[in-house]
């Protein structure tokens, strides 16, 4: 290998790759003719080495567990910024001016409402429902009215396009927790923010008068930030490879939405709390649900624990964990669960089965508890986290279709059986 490429020998040729720069982290080598040339592909599952495309939006370092969007450290974006201002940061590339700000705010609240006809299908599913797979549902529903969201043909248009996503989702996610309460279905108000209004059609009850509480609005402005992009993670990769066959945004979205959904991934978020209150139920002896998840024999894991990326702490979960105590601290809540998650993070911290994998908690094992000392029951925590990703999503589908990515489409190593003849059903 020299500087700026790598030389294959292979079958008594010498090939060269050229390597890819970076700003920062991981260069790569271009592989784009490594198949016309030696009749060779790669094999990497789960693609724990394959950079599936070039990005300027979101930078993660996991060994020193730093996080960027657009170049601006995490930290200080959750101290000093707020969720609309990171969804206009990652859509368009730039912190906004107060005029960009207000004409982006302005935007979406012209479209802060979702054609009634929508709450017909929300009606046809059961209040039992998971709300993650009601979410997805109706989030491709809404390309039927939303046509021109379909066939986006210049920046304008996708803009556009983000704009109306953004406005309807929140609508789409409120909708789905009011489902599974059997509360009626309410439409935006535009005297509010983009973080009380999802707050107020989420959670306004039909006989008081709304109160919007600052404590909870500050906690989940926090946590829609901490989860407003992270480069190409399962859901993300899932959205630009819909988007890359020029499927429209909204159901590139949906995708995104089942994506997430999984219990590796954000589903997560769900399963800590579910894993708190099974280890709660249990009697709490944390060490031995510590020896389980250390147990190959056991398929159990430790939620929260671990990521592909991330070998230190995620900074996310350090932010989050703050703001746990914090909130739990203001509200005045005491919560069995979150004691079981301090006592499996100490022992988890100093086990050296946990220490030798580098599985450090990540950002959905705290979360989880703030969701639910905000009075957000389990099954919504994945559709927030959903809320909160969707601005990464938009803008990274956004990037791969300016930049014209081209479809995407891996190859595989066939290991199954030889050519073959058919044989008759009566002879086999
Ligand atoms: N509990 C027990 N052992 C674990 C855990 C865990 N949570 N995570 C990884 N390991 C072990 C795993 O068994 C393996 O051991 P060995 O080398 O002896 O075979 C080693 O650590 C490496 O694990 P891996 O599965 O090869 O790592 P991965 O990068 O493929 O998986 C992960 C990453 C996040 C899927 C995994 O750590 C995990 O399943 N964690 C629990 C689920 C979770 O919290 N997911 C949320 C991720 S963060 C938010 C998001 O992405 O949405």
Same mark, same amino acid.
Request: with cysteine; hydrophobic share 40%.
């Given at each position: 290998?020299?500087?700026?490429?790598? +030389?294959?020998?292979?079958?008594?040729?010498?090939?060269?790759?050229?390597?890819?720069?970076?700003?920062?982290?991981?260069?790569?080598?271009?592989?784009?003719?490594?198949?016309?040339?030696?009749?060779?592909?790669?094999?990497?599952?789960?693609?724990?080495?394959?950079?599936?495309?070039?990005?300027?939006?979101?930078?993660?370092? &996991?060994?020193?567990?730093?996080?960027?969007?657009?170049?601006?450290?995490?930290?200080? +974006?959750?101290?000093?910024?707020?969720?609309?201002?990171?969804?206009?940061?990652?859509?368009?590339?730039?912190?906004?001016?107060?005029?960009?700000?207000?004409?982006?705010?302005?935007?979406?609240?012209?479209?802060?409402?979702?054609?009634?006809?929508?709450?017909?299908?929300?009606?046809?599913?059961?209040?039992?429902?998971?709300?993650?797979?009601?979410?997805?549902?109706?989030?491709?529903?809404?390309?039927?009215?939303?046509?021109?969201?379909?066939?986006?043909?210049?920046?304008?248009?996708?803009?556009?396009?983000?704009?109306?996503? +953004?406005?309807?989702?929140?609508?789409?996610?409120?909708?789905?927790?009011?489902?599974? /309460?059997?509360?009626?279905?309410?439409?935006?108000?535009?005297?509010?923010?983009?973080?009380?209004?999802?707050?107020?059609?989420?959670?306004?009850?039909?006989?008081?008068?709304?109160?919007?509480?600052?404590?909870?609005?500050?906690?989940?402005?926090?946590?829609?930030?901490?989860?407003?992009?992270?480069?190409?993670?399962?859901? @993300?990769? @899932?959205?630009?490879?819909?988007?890359?066959?020029? @499927?429209?945004?909204?159901?590139?979205?949906?995708?995104?939405?089942?994506?997430?959904?999984?219990?590796?991934?954000?589903?997560?978020?769900?399963?800590?709390?579910?894993?708190?209150?099974?280890?709660?139920?249990? &009697?709490?002896?944390?060490?031995?649900?510590?020896?389980?998840?250390?147990?190959?024999?056991?398929?159990?894991?430790?939620?929260?624990?671990?990521?592909?990326?991330?070998?230190?702490?995620?900074?996310?979960?350090?932010?989050?964990?703050?703001?746990?105590?914090?909130?739990?601290?203001?509200?005045?809540?005491?919560?069995?669960?979150?004691?079981?998650?301090? /006592?499996?993070?100490?022992?988890?911290?100093?086990?050296?089965?946990?220490?030798?994998?580098?599985?450090?908690?990540?950002?959905?094992?705290?979360?989880?508890?703030?969701?639910?000392?905000?009075?957000?029951?389990?099954?919504?925590?994945?559709?927030?986290?959903?809320?909160?990703?969707?601005?990464?999503?938009?803008?990274?589908?956004?990037?791969?279709?300016?930049?014209?990515?081209?479809?995407?489409?891996?190859? /595989?190593?066939?290991?199954?059986?030889?050519?073959?003849?058919?044989?008759? +059903?009566?002879?086999?």
């Amino acid at each position: 290998m020299s500087d700026n490429k790598v +030389i294959l020998n292979y079958d008594g040729k010498s090939f060269e790759y050229p390597i890819v720069d970076s700003t920062i982290g991981d260069r790569g080598i271009d592989i784009s003719k490594l198949r016309d040339q030696t009749g060779l592909i790669t094999l990497d599952l789960g693609y724990k080495n394959t950079g599936a495309t070039i990005s300027e939006i979101t930078y993660l370092d &996991g060994d020193k567990g730093e996080l960027f969007y657009r170049g601006y450290p995490i930290e200080q +974006i959750a101290e000093k910024s707020n969720f609309t201002e990171v969804m206009y940061l990652l859509l368009h590339g730039e912190l906004p001016s107060t005029e960009q700000f207000s004409s982006f705010e302005n935007n979406i609240k012209k479209y802060n409402f979702v054609a009634d006809e929508l709450k017909k299908l929300i009606d046809v599913f059961p209040r039992s429902a998971h709300p993650m797979g009601v979410l997805s549902s109706l989030t491709s529903a809404l390309t039927a009215f939303n046509p021109k969201a379909v066939d986006v043909k210049s920046k304008e248009e996708l803009d556009l396009a983000a704009e109306l996503m +953004i406005a309807k989702f929140s609508h789409l996610c409120a909708w789905t927790y009011r489902k599974t /309460q059997g509360l009626p279905i309410n439409h935006g108000d535009n005297s509010l923010n983009y973080v009380e209004n999802f707050y107020k059609m989420a959670f306004r009850l039909p006989n008081e008068e709304f109160q919007m509480d600052p404590v909870v609005v500050a906690a989940l402005d926090k946590l829609l930030i901490l989860h407003a992009d992270h480069e190409q993670n399962c859901s @993300t990769s @899932t959205v630009r490879m819909v988007g890359s066959a020029h @499927t429209g945004l909204f159901a590139s979205i949906s995708a995104g939405v089942s994506a997430l959904w999984g219990p590796l991934h954000g589903g997560a978020n769900q399963a800590v709390i579910e894993m708190l209150e099974l280890i709660e139920k249990d &009697g709490g002896d944390v060490n031995k649900w510590v020896a389980k998840a250390k147990d190959k024999n056991d398929s159990f894991r430790l939620m929260g624990f671990g990521h592909r990326v991330y070998k230190n702490f995620d900074p996310r979960a350090k932010i989050i964990k703050k703001a746990a105590d914090d909130i739990l601290g203001k509200l005045g809540i005491q919560d069995k669960a979150l004691d079981i998650a301090m /006592q499996l993070e100490k022992v988890a911290l100093e086990d050296e089965y946990f220490i030798e994998r580098k599985l450090y908690p990540n950002v959905d094992f705290y979360s989880g508890i703030i969701y639910r000392a905000l009075g957000i029951p389990t099954e919504m925590f994945t559709v927030m986290f959903a809320l909160g990703r969707l601005p990464g999503w938009i803008s990274q589908w956004k990037e791969m279709r300016l930049k014209g990515d081209p479809i995407g489409r891996p190859r /595989q190593i066939y290991q199954g059986s030889p050519m073959r003849d058919y044989v008759d +059903i009566s002879k086999r």
